[in-house]
C-alpha cells in the first residue's frame, strides 16, 4: 500500500464515487436481469471495480479503450451514460448499441470506448490495430486493452503483444486476474510464471500489483501511460478477485468453501472506504455517495425497465451499404 | 425405454462410448464441471482428469491438439462450447482434420467428433448464436451431423465417435431441454440416413436440428388447412440423403426447405438445386427456400425475432406454394 | 488506354487509391518484397514502410488488427498470401470485421479489404488451392467481390476500398498474368453489378473469377455447334445481381452456373436456387450446376485435374441440357 | 565446438554420410524441379542438414515427427525410403502420400514422421496433441515437432507450448532458426528474446545451440531427449542458415550482398567434414560418402521420373468413408 501522506482525499472521494456508481449499476442489471428483464448473459465485475476506475480515471475522453465480456466497469469508467448503457443491456432503443448488442457487446464508440467482446482474447488484436491506426495518423493518445487471465492462452495474446512491440505502438494492455476462467482455476490451464513473465519474453515491460486497492491501481496506472506515452506497449498485470459467479446466474459452486466470503474483506470498495475514513472522511459522506449512486441507478434502472423494444425492422440497420439489406436479404 | 432430455441423451452416448472403447476422450473449457450447458456432468467422476480434459481458452490446440491425437490412434471428441469459438479454429478444422487423411495419400485417419453447441439462444446476440452447418457441408473431407430428437442425440454422437473421419457435430442450444425417448427398440438410422417424420401427401418438408421440430408444428397447422405435409428430419447435412428426399418430391410435387441459418448460401440452396437437377419434371412448382435474412444476429428480441423462423411462416408460405 | 497484367492492373489501382487518400494502407507477410506474387512491387519504395507494411506471420493479427485501425478511420488491404492462410484468422473476419457496425448498432464501420489470393494453381495441393467464396457469401456483413479481367482488378478494388464495409476481395491466382486493357475509357460497372460479357440468346452462362474466361471459352465451342451462349461474369457475390441474371434467364429458358469451387455448397448453389424459385415459368430445363466434386485438391495432376473444369466439359453439359 | 577427445568418428562418419544424402536428395530434387518435372513448390534445406540430422539419429523409430514446409531433411532422417519421396515430389505412383500432398506434404508414417505443413505454425498443436494420445495410452516415446523462426509469431506457438507444459506431455520442440521468414528478416517483426525466452515464460526450458555444428546438435539432442523423457516438454534453438532461397526458384535477392557467400563456410556438411578429415578420416572415404549418396539419390531421381502418375480416379479415394466420395461427390 502507498504511503497515506501522499494521500490525495479529493481524488480518492472522486475514485470511491466512480466504483460505487459501478457496483450500484451491475446491483441494479442483476436485479433486473432476476426480473426477467435482462434476457441475454451478464458477467457482473463484482470486486472487481478498482481496475476500471483505477485505470480508466487517468485516461483522456479521446484515449481509446477496449474490454472483454466483463466490460460494465470498464465502460462506465470510461465516460459512458449509465442509461444508454442499461438500456442496451434491457434490449430497449436508445441503448448504445440501438439493442443490438447486449451486455457483451456494451460499447461507447463516443467516449472512446471500442466494444466489449464476447470472443476471449479477441480484442486484443483489434486494440493493437487501433494503436496501430493512432501512429499512423501521429495522434497524441493512447489504447488500453483490458482482457482476464483466461484470455492469455489464446493465440491472439502473443500475435498482439509481440505485433505491439514490434511496431512500438501507444498502448497499454492490462490483464485483470480474478482467478478463473469461467468455472476452471486459470493456474490449473497455464504454465509458466504468468502474464508478466509472458509481456517480458516479448519485450514488453510488465509489472504485478495488487488490483483492489485503488491508490495503487490510480498511480501504476499513471506511471504506466506516461511510459506508454514515452516508449509504447507495456502491460499491468492486476490481481483481483470476482466476488461473485461468472455469470449473474452462476452460483460459482466450484469454489473452495468460505473462499469469497473471505475476499469480501478485500473488496476493493470497502478498502476504498476504509483509507478515506482513515483519512477523516465522514461516514455519512460515504454513504451520501453511495446511495447517489444507488439513486442514479434506480434511476436508470427505471428508464432502460419502461422503454420500449426497438422497431422490429431495425433489424435491417447498419448491415451494410451496398445493396439493401432489407429487400435484398434473401 | 426411456425418457431423456437432448442434453441428457448426449451425455448418455458419451459416457456409453467411453465405458466401450478406452480410446475415447473429450476434451474442452469447463468440461470438469459438467461443461457450460451440463453436457459433460458427472463424467469427469466416472472417467477422470485424463478422459475429461479441462483445457486452456485456447480453442487453436483444443482443434489442432485433438487432430494430432486422433493421429496416434486416440478418439478425441472435442467441445468447442459454442459454433461460434469454432472460428477460432478453422485452420485446424479445414486445413488439417478434414485434409489430412486424403493429402498424406490414406497413410492416417483423424477419427474425432467436434461439438459445436449451435444455434439461436434468446439474446444472446450476433457472437453466441450462429448456425454455420452450410460452411462444413461444403468442406471435403468432413462429415455433418445436426441431431433433432434426444434419440439422435445419442446414437448419432457413438456414430460420429466410431467414424473413422472428422465429424462436425451440431447440437442445437435450443433444444437441450427438449424430452424425448431413447434406447425404446426402435430402429437406429445411420449417418446419413434421413428421417421420414410425417409422411404426407402433398408437399414435402425438409429440415433438421431445431427447425425439425418448427416444420413438425407446421405440418399440424397445414393439416388443419387440408394440406398433408410428408416431414423429413434430414439429422445429417453430409453426407445427405438425397434418395429420400427426391422420392418424396417426386410424390408430393413440391418442395420447402427450413432451415435457421442464413437462406443466402445456406444448405437450402444446395437442397432446392439438386432437387431440381433431379427431378425437375416431377415438380409442381419451384422448391422455396425458408431461412434467416442475411444480416446478422440481434440482441434485442424484436430484432432477433426478424431471423426465428414460426411455424406460421412456414404454413403462410406453404400454402402459398401449394395454391391453397 | 493501357494493356496491363491482371496483377499489374491491381497493383495499379492499390498505387492510384493510396495517392488519392492517405488514410489508406496495405499491410501483410513480405510486402516489402513485392508480396509473394508481386502485387505490391515498387510500392513501398513510394509509400514507405508505413504504408506498405511487412507483418509478422501473425494471420489473425493481421486481420485483427486491421479491424481496428479501421474503426480508427484508416482504410487498411489486408494481404492474406493465400486464402487458405485467411483460415487462421475467421474469427477476425466473420466475428469481428463482418459483425461489428451491427453488434454496436452503427457506431462504427469497419473500412477494409481483405485481399485473398484464391484458387487453383498448378500442385499446389489441398492447402493452398482453395476457393471458398460460398462462405463469404453466407456472412452478414462481407462483401464478396471475385475479378475475373485486368479492368476489373483495378476499378473493383479502387471501390472495395472506397467501401465502408468490409470486404473479401478474391484474386485468382492463375490469372495473375492474364492481360487485358485498363482504364480505357470503358464504363465502370460497381460492385453488385454483373457485366454480360457475351450476349446470347439459346442458354446464359452465369461464372465468375477464372472460370468466367473457362465459360468464354465455352461459348466460343457452343457457338459452332449452333448454340448462341449469354455469358455472364457476376464479379461480385454480395450482392450479387440477380436482376440481370433473372432478366437473362428468362430470355434464354436454360441457366448453368460454372465455379470452380466444390460445387456442393457452392455459390453456385444459390444462384440455382433463387433463379428457380424466381422465374420457374420461364424455365425450359433445370439450372445446371457445373462445380467441382467435393474432395480435396491434390498435388498430381492427373488427380488435379479431376477438380478442374474444363471448356469441354461446360460445352458437353450444356448441350445436353439445351437439347442440341 | 566440443571437445574431440569425445570425438566419435564412427557416429559422426555415419551423420555425415545422411547430410551427404538429404544434400544430395534436394540436388537432384531442384534438378528435377528445374527440368519441370516437379510441378509444385519446392523449399530445399540446403545449410541446415545438421539439425535434421543430429536430432533424428537420436530417436527411435516409433518415437514421432513433424515438420514444415521444409521437410525433406527431417522425413529423410528419421529413416523415409528417398524412392518413396522423390515419387511423391514428382506427383507420381508409389509416392508415400500417393501424389496427393508434393513437397510440402511429404509424409511417411510407416516411420513415424506425422508430416510437413503447408501452414506455418500449424504443426505445433498437432504434434502437441501427438504427445497426448502418447501420454494418455501411457506409451513410452516422444515427439518431436520441428519449426520455422517464423512460426513462433503465430498463435499456435503459445497455445501448444502452453498445453505441452500445462499437460507436461513428452515432446521436444525445435526452432531451427535460418534468420528468415520467406523474404523477410525474421528479426525484424519479431520482438523480444525469441524462441528461448518465450518458452521459457511459459515454464519450458530452452537452449539456443549452433544447429550448424552436428556434435553440438547432436548432443544437445541426446541430452534434451533424455529430459524431455525425464520431464516433460523442452525446447532446442538451433541457430543456422538457408543457403539458397525459399523455395528452389527464389534468387533470394533480398539478401544483402555477399551474405550467403560467407555462409557457406559455416556450411554443416563442410564443417563435419573437416572434423573428420581432422580425426583421421581420409579424403576419399568422405568423398566416396558424398558419391555414393549423389548415386542413391540419382537413382531415386530416375525411378521417379519413369513412374506414371497417379490414375485419375484415385482422386476420389482416401476422402471419407461414409457415403461414395465418387459417386456422391456433387
Ligand atoms: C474464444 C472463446 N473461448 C471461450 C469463451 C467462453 N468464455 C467466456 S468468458 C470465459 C472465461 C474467461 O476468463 P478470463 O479471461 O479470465 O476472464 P473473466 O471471465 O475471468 O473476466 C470463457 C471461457 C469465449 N467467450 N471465447
Ligand atoms: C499461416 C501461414 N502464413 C504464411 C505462410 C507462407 N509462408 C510459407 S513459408 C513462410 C516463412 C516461414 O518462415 P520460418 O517459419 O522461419 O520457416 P523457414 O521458411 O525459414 O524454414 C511463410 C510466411 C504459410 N505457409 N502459412
Ligand atoms: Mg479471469
Ligand atoms: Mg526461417
Redesign the pocket.
Known amino acids: 500500500m502507498m504511503p497515506t501522506k501522499n494521500f490525495d482525499q479529493r481524488r480518492y472521494a472522486q475514485l470511491f464515487k466512480q466504483m460505487c456508481r459501478i457496483r450500484a449499476f451491475e446491483r441494479a442489471a442483476i436485479n433486473a436481469k432476476n426480473e426477467g428483464l435482462v434476457l441475454g448473459a451478464i458477467?457482473p465485475s463484482i470486486g472487481q471495480e478498482a481496475a476500471a476506475v483505477g485505470v480508466c480515471e487517468n485516461l483522456n475522453k479521446d484515449d481509446i479503450l477496449l474490454s472483454?465480456?466483463?466490460g460494465h466497469g470498464h465502460t462506465l469508467s470510461k465516460g459512458a451514460d449509465p442509461s444508454a448503457m442499461m438500456l442496451e443491456l434491457l434490449g430497449k432503443e436508445g441503448g448504445n448499441c440501438a439493442g443490438k448488442g447486449g451486455s457483451m457487446h456494451i460499447a461507447d464508440f463516443s467516449v472512446g470506448m471500442l466494444g466489449a467482446n464476447?470472443?476471449?482474447?479477441?480484442n486484443i488484436n483489434i486494440a493493437v490495430g487501433a494503436a496501430h491506426a493512432i501512429k499512423l495518423k501521429g495522434e497524441n493518445k493512447i489504447v488500453v486493452c483490458i482482457?482476464?487471465?483466461?484470455?492469455i492462452n489464446?493465440g491472439p495474446f502473443l500475435e498482439g503483444l509481440n505485433w505491439a512491440k514490434v511496431y512500438n505502438l501507444p498502448i497499454l494492455f492490462i490483464c485483470?486476474d480474478?482467478g478463473?476462467?469461467?468455472t476452471t482455476h486459470?493456474k490449473e490451464t497455464t504454465a509458466g510464471g504468468g502474464p508478466v513473465v509472458r509481456a517480458q519474453s516479448l519485450g514488453i515491460k510488465a509489472e504485478t500489483f495488487d488490483g483492489n486497492d485503488i491508490i495503487t491501481v490510480d498511480q501504476a496506472a499513471q506511471d504506466y501511460i506516461e511510459r506508454v506515452k514515452k516508449s509504447g506497449p507495456h502491460l499491468l498485470h492486476f490481481l483481483t478477485y470476482?466476488l461473485e459467479g461468472?455469470t449473474s446466474t452462476d452460483p460459482a459452486a466450484y469454489r473452495p468453501d468460505g473462499e469469497a466470503d473471505g475476499k469480501w474483506s478485500n473488496d476493493p470498495i470497502a478498502r476504498c472506504r476504509n483509507l478515506l475514513v482513515e483519512d477523516g472522511v465522514s461516514a455519512e459522506q460515504l454513504d451520501k455517495f453511495d446511495n447517489e449512486a444507488t439513486a442514479e441507478m434506480t434511476r436508470v434502472y427505471k428508464i432502460a425497465r419502461d422503454a420500449s423494444f426497438p422497431p422490429a425492422l431495425d433489424a435491417y440497420k447498419d448491415v451494410q451499404d451496398i445493396g439493401n439489406p432489407q429487400t435484398e436479404a434473401f | 425405454m426411456k425418457q431423456m432430455t437432448y442434453l441428457e441423451a448426449g451425455r448418455e452416448g458419451l459416457a456409453e462410448m467411453m465405458r466401450e472403447d478406452t480410446s475415447v476422450w473429450a476434451l474442452g473449457?469447463?468440461l470438469g464441471r459438467g461443461g457450460v450447458f451440463g453436457q459433460y456432468h458427472g463424467l469427469q467422476t466416472e472417467f477422470g482428469k485424463d478422459r475429461i480434459a479441462d483445457t486452456p481458452?485456447s480453442?487453436s490446440c483444443i482443434l489442432g491438439s485433438a487432430v494430432g491425437a486422433a493421429m496416434m490412434g486416440t478418439r478425441p471428441v472435442v467441445e468447442m462450447?459454442f459454433s461460434d469459438?469454432a472460428l477460432?479454429a478453422v485452420d485446424e478444422l479445414v486445413n488439417q482434420a478434414a485434409k489430412a487423411r486424403y493429402m498424406f495419400g490414406g497413410q492416417t485417419r483423424v477419427p474425432m467428433v467436434v461439438r459445436e453447441p449451435s444455434g439461436l439462444w434468446r439474446s444472446s446476440a450476433a457472437q453466441h448464436s450462429q448456425s454455420l452447418e452450410a460452411w462444413y457441408a461444403h468442406i471435403p473431407g468432413l462429415v455433418v451431423v445436426m441431431p433433432s430428437t434426444p434419440a439422435d442425440n445419442r446414437t448419432l454422437l457413438m456414430e460420429s465417435i466410431r467414424c473413422d473421419d472428422p465429424v462436425v457435430y451440431l447440437e442445437h442450444k435450443s433444444l437441450w431441454d427438449f424430452e424425448g425417448p431413447v434406447d425404446d427398440g426402435a430402429e437406429i438410422l445411420p449417418i446419413g440416413k434421413a428421417r421420414v417424420a410425417r409422411p404426407g401427401k402433398d408437399v414435402t418438408i425438409v429440415s433438421w436440428s431445431a427447425m425439425f421440430h418448427t416444420s413438425m408444428e407446421a405440418a399440424e397447422g397445414l393439416a388443419a388447412k387440408g394440406v398433408d405435409a410428408e416431414v423429413i428430419d434430414l439429422r445429417t447435412l453430409w453426407p445427405w440423403d438425397k434418395k429420400t428426399v427426391f422420392e418424396s418430391v417426386c410424390k408430393t410435387g413440391h418442395l420447402i426447405v427450413v432451415h435457421e441459418a442464413v437462406q443466402v448460401g445456406g444448405f437450402g440452396a444446395e437442397i432446392a438445386a439438386s432437387v431440381t437437377e433431379n427431378v425437375f419434371s416431377d415438380l409442381k412448382s419451384a422448391p422455396l427456400r425458408i431461412g434467416a435474412p442475411r444480416i446478422p444476429i440481434s440482441y434485442a428480441p424484436t430484432m432477433e425475432d426478424e431471423v426465428r423462423i414460426t411455424a406460421e411462416q412456414i404454413i403462410e408460405k406453404t400454402l402459398n406454394r401449394v395454391g391453397k
Open positions: 458477467h472483454t465480456h466483463r464476447g470472443v476471449v482474447g479477441a482482457f482476464g487471465d483466461g484470455a489464446r485483470e480474478n478463473y476462467s469461467a486459470t470476482r461468472h | 473449457e469447463d481458452i480453442e462450447r469459438f477460432c
